[in-house]
């Protein structure tokens, strides 16, 4: 049997799992994400979070969609994506303003032009601008974008948020009772996604 018949996704990720099962585990290990003590400025009263994720397999997707229409502005969605499949992982946690976005653009340069780039970025900070509206404040710090045509085939989009928040205000399975409910983001903010 080939190694492609033997390895696929995983949605449970057990291998990741395994790899990372002796990491710290954070100030609340049944939390949503990862919560650390405020390493930068050492307040007892904040902690600090950290989210890395990307848009994944719908990358190869937009990249097929562009080449078979040229519609540019599939790349403006996959940027946004990127975003948010980081922020729906804060806001589970309560963080839901005052964050910072880095983004990383791994790409293949004989495959994907300038113009697909600067649909990305520019489709970044729309979004941003958009949750600016709603009290959602996202401030985009740049990123690593790599000509990396040996390692990606086409493109790979990924970002990073980060946060400084209130420790009493974080959201942890420990404080889930009974009839809480979860709404969905799309319904608080109409038209934004």
Not at 16 to 40: R, S, W
Not at 139 to 161: K, Q, S
Request: aromatic content about 10%; some cysteine.
């Amino acid at each position: 049997m080939s190694l492609y018949k033997k390895r696929g996704v995983s949605a449970q990720k057990e291998e990741v799992h395994a790899a990372v099962k002796n990491l710290n585990q954070g100030l609340f290990p049944y939390a949503f994400c990862k919560i650390y003590p405020d390493f930068f400025t050492k307040d007892d009263d904040f902690v600090n979070v950290m989210h890395a994720d990307g848009a994944g397999t719908k990358s190869i997707l937009a990249y097929l969609y562009w080449k078979e229409t040229g519609d540019l502005s599939v790349w403006s969605g996959i940027a946004q994506d990127a975003v948010v499949m980081n922020l729906d992982d804060l806001l589970c946690v309560g963080i839901y303003d005052e964050i910072i976005f880095n983004s990383t653009i791994d790409r293949n340069k004989s495959m994907i032009p300038g113009e697909v780039l600067h649909e990305i970025i520019n489709g970044s900070q729309d979004l941003f601008a958009r949750l600016q509206k709603f009290g959602v404040n996202i401030h985009y710090l740049g990123g690593e974008t790599a000509d990396v045509g040996d390692v990606v085939r086409t493109i790979a989009v990924n970002g990073t948020m980060a946060s400084r928040w209130p420790k009493d205000k974080i959201i942890t399975n420990q404080k889930i009772i009974a009839g809480d409910v979860i709404v969905r983001v799309n319904r608080l903010w109409p038209g934004i996604l």
